[in-house]
């Protein structure tokens, strides 16, 4: 038997799931969900960064490569702190998005 929490829990999950589904159908030929949909802040959440997620990518990095893009030293130590703090894309959302940014996708970086 569920407690009340937890089927509050998985309602809500319920609704944002379908939400999105709902949205990846409207969504253009990329696929990816608007920022709107995806809840997106340019600020962290609980010490969550889109810097730090898994579908972050930096200027001129790759995706999971965290916001040094991918480098040794990353992209970004070359230019300075602005380079590193420059506004990336994401794999699921649309648009520019800020490595200090924050969405309910978020899924950290692996090892």
């Known amino acids: 038997m569920l407690s009340r929490r937890e089927w509050i829990e998985r309602f809500a999950t ?9 949205q990846a159908a409207a969504a253009g030929a ?10 997106y802040q340019n600020h962290p959440k609980n010490g969550q960064m889109c810097g730090m ?13 965290g916001m040094m893009g991918g480098g040794m030293m990353g992209r970004g130590m070359t230019r300075g ?11 699921l ?11 309910l996708l978020y899924r950290p970086l692996s090892g």
């Open 93 to 103: 959302v649309e648009g520019s998005i800020g490595p200090m940014g924050w969405c």
């Open 53 to 65: 997620c898994k579908f972050y990518i930096p200027p001129g990095g790759r995706a999971g490569a």
């Open 14 to 22: 319920l609704v944002t799931m379908a939400g999105f589904a709902r």
């Open 81 to 91: 702190h602005a380079g590193m703090m420059a506004a990336g894309t994401c794999e």
């Open 30 to 39: 990329n696929g990816k969900v608007t920022q709107a949909a995806a809840q």
